[in-house]
Every structure is written in structure tokens, then in C-alpha cells.
């Protein structure tokens, strides 16, 4: 009898450990509604172990009404097989994800699902879900559209000592003050997710504004947001790296078309990412940085701006690494590129090594590619670079030095489609390190430096894509460019392909000038076609 009643005993300490499951509907959409979702919902979210909720609605997409916001705790999974929609017709948030008491842990795992026209109310935060310190949010395969805050996240909020992981998922349409999509303080991974059409009401962040916390972006899309500062995103302390990501048509009232980058981020990465058709109306048409930010494999295709068409770096640090600006416009300063340097963390700043421009332009004002200025001085370079057609209404259509900044250039290739190449005031100064190939009046004086005043005379094939993440100008054989001379370059080219080689077969391995090293045996360019060409990301 003892062992009888001690058997008994545990089983019921077994089924009280057990997280409790729920299914709403019976299979057929009917089944599936307002009342019967409340109440299996209910099951989970009261359970003191949390638990699964599915739906079972028939095999077609199937969109039920929410009326009330439902506090999440402990471990949960919300699945909506990819067939639900939640409604909250503008009238409630859907979740709120709060701390399982002050020693527990909280969990939340939504899947498969679509929150359609949720709204935080009198509430300031989240308009799908708000999500409140000491828990974990993961959205993987999520649409979140149509959602509004009145002050920040309009699909999402959450403040400090959260984690948030986003996979496959969507953000369409969202609004807020502060970070259309998102708002945040928390530590995020967003992978594989597309961000469209969210804005940001005159404030930060069209899709995502972050603060405190590490920002983590890889191989998604951000497209059409809009804000004030941060087309679609801004970000405020700690660091923010994106990947193989696409920000296409973002823009800001001010700074930033797509990136706007505080003082206080530690900094910024961009790599083996493409950054296209963004303005700003004021400075930086794809990305405004006053922090340290570094580019690294990627492309600046068609950005506007007042300063910076592409990028204003005001008062950081900017370095870039196999990275191709083209087609991209400002209107007073800096087809490409505005720098504003006051100091120098890194000893050289701007660092711009194996950079291909092509066909960047200002229409009131000057430096068609590249426009830098310094009040102390500052140590800047440009190696293994090819500038190519920029133009400028005022001077320096391709570099325009102010205050006191000095430039080094070395084994470069430099031209200008009209104007001036270069202007440098008499405070700042251009020293040539030799190998260079360029037009009159950009002191490449060196002994192994050479003069072309046409685009033909450097030997080169049109911008194409000859392998790697960016399009670069390839030296065609006899150009003067091959072999331009030593060997010290960078062990990499533009294209991620091995230098020094020996381009021209004459038994002599030596650098060559500009961002493409040409090798021995080349690929036709024809092979080769870019991620983003189709459309399509890798």
C-alpha cells in the first residue's frame, strides 16, 4: 500500500511538470475563432511550465480576430504551421512578454505566423508585442505588418537585458515615431529577413532603431523605410555589422538614407553588402557616421545626399577595403565620400585601399569622388585605388582637400570626365608614393608615376564584374597599370584574388596600380554575375 500511494504521489509531481499544450480549432476554419483562440492560448499562457499552441483550421490560410493583449511567461511556442493570420484590427497589441517572477526565466518562440494591424493604444511601445527585461524573444518564419506605436517599435519593443533573434522573417508596413519595425536595447541577430515599407514618423530608425546593445545583420534585405535620421537604421551605442545584406531606396528626412550611425557606437561594419538608390536630404545618402565606420567588400550604387552621396563620415574614422562607389551624387561636397576628420584612432584616417569609383558626381559644389578635410592635420590614404569619371560643377572632380589634411597615394589610378582632377587647399597636401597613374595637377610627382589625361590611356576594360563582390576596372594586357611596380602590396586585390602577380607573363611578379591586380590567366568577365544583379541573394 505504501509503495502504491509513494507511485501515486510522483505521477502527479510528473503531470504537474509538464508544460501544458493547446490546439485551437477542430480542422475546420470555423472552429478557429476569436473565443476558441483566447481559450487555448489561455492554457499555455497560464500554465506555470508554458507550452506549445497550434492551430488546427484545414488546409487553407485561415486569419482570426484578436481582441485583447495576452501576457507571455515561462517557455513558450506559438506555431502557425504557415497558414495563420492574427488580426488585432488596429485595436490591441498581441503579446507581452514579461519575466516568469523575479527568479524565473521566460522564453518565447513565435513560428510560422503572421500578426496582421496591431497597435500599442494609449500604450508608447511595441505595437505587436513588448517584450520586458530578462527574456528571450525568437521570431523565425514571421510576418509582422501593419503594426503601430506612438513612440517606438511599431512592430516591436523591448528594453534592456532581453535577447532577440529574428530568422526568415518579415517586417511590412510598420510604424512609430522611433523604430518603425523595431526599438530595442536588447542584443539582436536578424537573419534572412526582409524589412519593407516601415517608417520611422520623424524620428530614428525607419525599420530598426538600437541602442546599448550589439545589432547583428546577415543576408537580409531592407527596402523602402524612411525616417528622419536612419533611413532604415539607427544606432545608438555598442556596434552595429551587417552582411551580405541589401539596403535599396531607404530614405531620411536628414542623415542617413539607409545607416545613421551615433558617436557613442563603438562602431560599424558593412561587408560583402550593397547599398543602393538611398538619399538623404541632408548628409550621408546611404550611410552617416559620426563613429568609427568600415566597409569591407561592398557596393555604393546610386546613393544621394546634400554631402556624402554615398557616405559623410563626420568627425570618426572611416577605413575601406574592396569597395565600389558608383553612380552616386551630392549636391555641395563628396560624389562618394565627405569625410570631416578631427582625430585619427587609427593613425590613418580616411584608410581607403583597393576602392574603385566610377561616374560619381557633385552638382554644386566639389570633389567628385572624394572630398576630405582636417583642422589638425590628419594622415589619410589612398592605395591601390581606382577613381574613375567622377565630376564636379566646382573643383576636384575627382579629390577635394580642405583645411589641413595630407593625403598619400600610391600605386592608384586617377581620372576625372571633366574638370580638374584634384584641388587641395594650400594648408592640405598630397604626397605621392610612387607607381601612381593620374592626371595633371594631383602632385603624382614620384619617379615611377605617369600622366594620362584620357580614360583610354590607362589601359582599362569598362566597370564589369570580374569575379568577387564588386565591380572593378580590369587592366586589359599592355596596360600601364600591369607590373606597375614593388611588391609590398596587400596580398589581396578589389576582387579577393591573390598580389602581387605576374599580369603580363614576363617573368616579373609586381604590384599593379589600381584596385584590380590582373592575373595571369583571367575568367571572362561574362562568367561572373553578382548576387544582387538578378536579385537574387546568395
Given amino acids: 500500500m505504501n509503495r502504491l500511494l509513494g507511485l501515486i504521489v510522483l505521477a502527479g509531481i510528473a503531470c504537474e511538470a509538464l508544460a501544458e499544450n493547446a490546439v485551437v480549432g477542430t480542422g475546420t476554419p470555423a472552429s478557429c475563432n476569436t473565443v476558441s483562440y483566447d481559450a487555448a492560448l489561455a492554457l ?13 483550421c484545414g488546409a487553407n490560410p485561415h486569419t482570426i480576430v484578436v481582441n485583447s493583449e495576452r501576457s507571455l511567461q515561462n517557455f513558450i511556442v ?52 513588448l517584450v520586458n527585461a530578462n527574456t528571450r524573444l525568437d521570431l523565425n518564419n514571421v510576418t509582422i505588418s501593419n503594426s503601430l506605436a506612438s513612440v517606438s517599435g511599431g512592430a516591436v519593443a523591448t528594453f534592456a537585458n532581453v535577447t532577440l533573434n529574428i530568422e526568415n522573417s518579415r517586417f511590412l508596413g510598420n510604424l512609430a515615431a522611433n523604430g518603425g519595425a523595431i526599438a530595442t536595447r536588447a542584443t539582436i541577430t536578424i537573419n534572412d529577413s526582409t524589412f519593407t515599407n516601415n517608417n520611422a514618423s520623424g ?25 528622419r535620421l536612419g533611413g532604415a537604421i539607427f544606432k545608438g551605442g555598442a556596434s552595429l555589422e551587417f552582411s551580405e545584406s541589401l539596403f535599396n531606396g531607404n ?6 538614407g539607409a545607416v545613421y550611425l551615433r558617436q557613442d557606437a563603438t562602431s560599424g561594419i558593412s561587408r560583402s553588402s550593397e547599398l543602393r538608390n538611398n538619399a538623404a536630404g541632408r548628409d550621408g545618402g546611404a550611410v552617416y557616421a559620426r563613429g568609427i565606420f568600415a566597409a569591407q567588400g561592398s557596393s555604393f550604387i546610386g546613393n544621394s545626399a546634400r554631402a556624402g552621396g554615398a557616405i559623410r563620415q563626420d568627425g570618426g574614422d572611416l577605413v575601406v577595403d574592396q569597395v565600389t562607389f558608383a553612380d552616386n551624387n551630392a549636391r555641395i561636397e563628396g560624389g562618394a565620400i565627405s569625410a570631416l576628420v578631427v582625430s585619427a584612432q587609427f593613425g590613418i584616417n580616411p584608410n581607403i585601399r583597393h576602392a574603385t569609383t566610377s561616374s ?26 581606382t577613381l574613375m569619371g567622377g565630376s564636379a560643377s566646382g573643383s576636384g572632380s ?78 586589359q594586357p599592355g596596360s600601364a597599370a ?6 609590398d602590396c596587400a596580398s589581396r586585390d578589389a576582387r579577393d584574388l591573390p598580389a602581387p602577380m605576374d599580369g603580363d607573363g614576363d617573368g616579373s611578379v609586381l604590384c599593379d596600380a589600381g584596385a584590380a591586380e590582373r592575373q595571369l590567366i583571367e575568367v571572362p568577365g561574362a562568367l561572373f ?9 546568395q
Avoid at 440 to 462: K, M, V
Fill in 360 to 385: 560619381n558626381h557633385v552638382t554644386e559644389g566639389n570633389g567628385g569622388d572624394f572630398a576630405f578635410a582636417s583642422s589638425n592635420g590628419t594622415i589619410s590614404v589612398l592605395d591601390n585605388c
Fill in 482 to 487: 600591369i607590373d606597375r611596380g614593388g611588391n
Fill in 203 to 227: 524620428g530614428e530608425g525607419g525599420a530598426i532603431q538600437s541602442y546599448d546593445e550589439r545589432l547583428l545583420i546577415a543576408r537580409s534585405t531592407f527596402t523602402s523605410n524612411g525616417a
Fill in 398 to 475: 575627382t579629390l577635394h582637400l580642405d583645411g589641413s589634411i595630407q593625403l598619400g597615394i600610391e600605386r592608384s589610378l586617377l581620372w576625372a570626365a571633366s574638370g580638374g582632377a584634384c584641388t587641395v587647399a594650400p594648408t592640405a597636401g598630397i604626397t605621392s608614393f610612387g607607381s601612381n597613374i593620374g592626371a595633371l595637377g594631383c602632385s603624382l610627382n614620384a619617379p615611377s608615376d605617369a600622366i594620362s589625361s584620357t580614360f583610354a590611356g590607362f589601359g582599362l576594360a569598362g566597370l564589369a564584374n570580374n569575379g568577387g563582390r564588386v565591380e572593378t576596372f580590369l587592366p
Fill in 44 to 56: 499555455v499562457a497560464n500554465d506555470n511550465q508554458g507550452g506549445v499552441l497550434t492551430f488546427n
Fill in 529 to 537: 554575375r553578382s548576387s544582387f544583379e538578378d536579385g537574387q541573394q
Fill in 251 to 256: 530614405t531620411s528626412s536628414e542623415d542617413g
Fill in 78 to 129: 506559438i506555431d502557425g504551421g504557415g497558414r495563420i493570420t492574427l488580426d488585432a484590427q488596429d485595436l490591441t497589441r498581441f503579446f507581452v512578454i514579461n519575466q516568469d517572477g523575479p527568479e524565473g526565466q521566460t522564453q518565447v518562440s513565435l513560428q510560422n505566423i503572421t500578426l496582421n494591424r496591431g497597435a500599442s493604444g494609449a500604450e508608447p511601445f511595441g505595437g505587436a508585442i
